[in-house]
């Protein structure tokens, strides 16, 4: 069955970026630190990378994030969601407007105008269509940014929510929580690495 899930890495002050991000800094200053583990040679990090990005079938974001990653400074062939792993899912984009252009035109990319509970709804269409192809259950990933997770789980959207908990302070930047209605979560596993305390938790329906 396709799950929602929202994958994300985090401060241990709970920032997914450092202060200052925009389009030529989007994870901030020293925001790097969040995603070491990303590019680390812990064989614990690299197992997950690669079942986090074997199980997507589709990808949601918002416009914010969208615009960092296909910008000149973005994703390219050696950096990028499931870079260097097992290809590209489809990616949904939470936005007001279509943008007038794409760099990154070889990715998979859908544009939804009409907020994020639709965005979440054409993604788990994506998704299980993906799964009838490759015959096994592919999953709905969240990947930010803060605000659309975040407003994902004040909606009920999401299912599993897995945080990279980075050894960092930020200080500052942008937030994951701020606020909202009171959330229990189930402790599903804690995976520690040199890098990163990877925790998965079942979010609980209210």
């Known amino acids: 069955m396709t799950q929602i899930i929202a994958d994300?890495?985090?401060s241990l002050d709970g920032f997914v970026?450092?202060?200052d991000p925009?389009?030529?800094?989007?994870l901030g200053t020293g925001g790097e630190a969040l995603h070491t583990w990303a590019f680390s040679d812990d064989p614990d990090d690299r197992r997950l990378l690669r079942e986090s990005t074997a199980r997507s079938g589709a990808v949601v974001l918002g416009r914010r994030l969208f615009d960092i990653v296909d910008g000149p400074q973005g994703w390219n062939d050696d950096s990028g969601y499931g870079a260097g792993e097992v290809g590209t899912p489809?990616?949904?984009?939470?936005?007001?407007?279509?943008?007038?252009?794409?760099?990154?035109?070889d990715l998979d990319w859908?544009?939804?105008?009409?907020?994020?509970?639709?965005?979440?709804?054409v993604a788990r269409e994506r998704a299980e269509a993906a799964s009838s192809l490759r015959g096994r259950d592919l999953d709905v990933v969240l990947m930010g940014g803060g605000a659309?997770?975040?407003s994902a789980l004040a909606a009920g959207l999401v299912d599993v929510l897995t945080?990279?908990?980075?050894p960092v302070v930020l200080g500052a930047g942008t937030p994951l929580f701020t606020g909202g209605?009171?959330?229990?979560?189930?402790?599903?596993?804690?995976?520690?690495?040199?890098?990163?305390?990877?925790?998965?938790?079942?979010?609980v329906p209210t």
């Open 17 to 19: 970026t450092g202060p």
């Open 22 to 26: 925009g389009p030529d800094n989007g």
């Open 163 to 166: 945080l990279h908990l980075a």
């Open 90 to 105: 489809a990616f949904v984009v939470v936005t007001s407007s279509s943008p007038e252009s794409v760099r990154r035109s």
């Open 148 to 150: 659309t997770i975040g």
């Open 8 to 10: 994300i890495s985090v």
């Open 181 to 203: 209605e009171r959330r229990t979560l189930v402790q599903r596993t804690v995976v520690p690495t040199s890098n990163a305390t990877h925790l998965t938790y079942d979010v």
């Open 110 to 121: 859908t544009f939804v105008p009409t907020g994020l509970a639709d965005a979440v709804a």
